[in-house]
Nanobody, 126 residues
Framework: QVQLDESGGGLVQPGGSLRLSCIAS????????MGWFRQAPGKERDFVAA??????????YYSASVKGRFTLSRDNAKSTVYLQMNSLKPEDTAVYYC?????????????????WGQGTQVTVSS
């Protein structure tokens, strides 16, 4: 059973930066993708970014709202993915969830992911 543990959330001023980390444990070799989603109060869980996990030459995917500001990277040796978030905006405020998928499907869709972390709060406010 894969377990995902997020860290790095917090309160930051607009224009600031945060780096989220997600450490995977237990059966990670079965995963083909890892991603980040976010959910603001009263809204659906939305795709943020994803990265191929199983193959070298990682492919990365971003939502239009974060492309150019967020960067997703991985360290397979540490079973960790990092989401570097720059130029943060108040609309980035949400709970951010790390997710891992083993079965295929669109990386933009929550249904492609089989494992989820507990979430970490990111608040962008002055």
């Amino acid at each position: 059973q894969v377990q995902l543990d997020e860290s790095g959330g917090g309160l930051v001023q607009p224009g600031g930066s945060l780096r989220l980390s997600c450490i995977a444990s237990g059966g990670t070799s079965s995963m083909y993708v890892m991603g980040w989603f976010r959910q603001a109060p009263g809204k659906e869980r939305d795709f943020v970014a994803a990265i191929n996990w199983r193959w070298t030459g990682s492919g990365t995917y971003y939502s239009a709202s974060v492309k150019g500001r967020f960067t997703l990277s991985r360290d397979n040796a540490k079973s960790t993915v990092y989401l570097q978030m720059n130029s943060l905006k108040p609309e980035d405020t949400a709970v951010y969830y790390c997710a891992g998928g083993i079965g295929g499907g669109s990386v933009y869709d929550t249904r492609a992911y089989d494992y989820w972390g507990q979430g970490t709060q990111v608040t962008v406010s002055s």
